[in-house]
């Protein structure tokens, strides 16, 4: 077989752990298998090279952000392939460019393009183990790029595709995908299979398992995939094609999300155009709004609200901000401290009165909710920040497994 392994900060955030990482990839070898591996920064690591960045200046240059934060993930395929090449394997470190993991120029969250594995694949029939940096790519100039945060997952997954590999595994810190954070919630539960589309959910609305572009390419491309721990030997959890009896379990997942920030423009004459005017020059600035809400007209003034990611919310509020004298708004608050709790299952589909069950949990709870949105599989609620692991307990507790 031929399987790609990729291995998370925290599964080789030290040297023990790294030469336990170069046995288990031995082991692999040693049962028959080609294998590439695919490996992030030591954990911290990249927070602590964005964090020097942010000291020499409050806007870092973002081509530069990328030669300095794809560092972390140079160091670690070094000492992975020498921990290798200690035990006697023939093993050799590859980054970005050298494989040709072409991507767009999007310093900080670039897209993969093309990958050329061709290099890639002769060493591994050639009896070599590859280990390839994960999160780096390289533009159409030449440039380093990066894929966004979590993106080493994406790395994994995408050359799986390229290589029309068996299987992509993706040892993490936890033993599978849980119906909940399992540093949240106790009652959590490790999932054996999950679909594409509820994966997708889970990670677009907080849960970081999975960055979302790798469920995108595990989906377009087939490559089956297994969330799994490093430290066990356990089976994790399978991305699976939707099968028949999923529709059954209402909800497979609830998830929280503490990135959201929401403003607020009030008091503005209601007349038409006013959206487009207000979220016209925010998509021009590629700034993602998600959820929105218009309040009811009162005497032909009313308020808007939406969210925006919290790296996004000084740029939003600048936009807002001038754009808010011409729409003849009174002013434009903002509150960092909301987050946005969801739960996600295809059984919402084909089950009515979630949605219902869903406040009714909240507001035994006393929590308020202060803006909804809903798609097929999901819903989503913003609330007050203190409350996002209660919520979660709660919403586990009521759809998940129910306490007696
Ligand atoms: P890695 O460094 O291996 O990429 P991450 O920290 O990116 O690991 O992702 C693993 C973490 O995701 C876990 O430690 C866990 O706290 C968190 N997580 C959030 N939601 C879930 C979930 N539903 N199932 C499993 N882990 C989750
Ligand atoms: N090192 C990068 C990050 O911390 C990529 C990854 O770990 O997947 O986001
Ligand atoms: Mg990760």
Redesign the pocket.
Known sequence: MLIIQKY??TSVGSIERIKGVAKRVAATKDAGHQVAVVV??MSG???RLLGLAKEVTSRPDERESDVL?ST??QVSVALLAMALKDMGYPAFSMLGHQVQIETDSAFGRARIKNINADRLLSALRDGHIVVVA??QGVDAEDNIT????????TTAVALAAATRADVCEIYTDVDGVYSADPRICPHAKKLSRISHDEMLELASLGAKVL?IRSVEFAKRYQVPVHVRSSFSLDEGTWLVHEEPNMEDVIVSGVTSDLDQVKITVQHVPDRPGLAAKLFGPIAAENIVVDMIIQNASAEGYTDLTFTVPKGDAQKALATVGAAAPELGAKGVVSDTGVAKVSIVGLGMRSHAGVAARMFDALSREGINIQMISTSEIKISVVIDAKYTELAVRVLHDTFVTPVE
């Not at 990066?146 to 997952?153: A, N, Q």
């Open positions: 998370g900060g992030s920064a690591e990249t927070n934060v972390g993930e994960g999160f990066t894929l966004g945060r979590g993106g080493s997952d960055q």
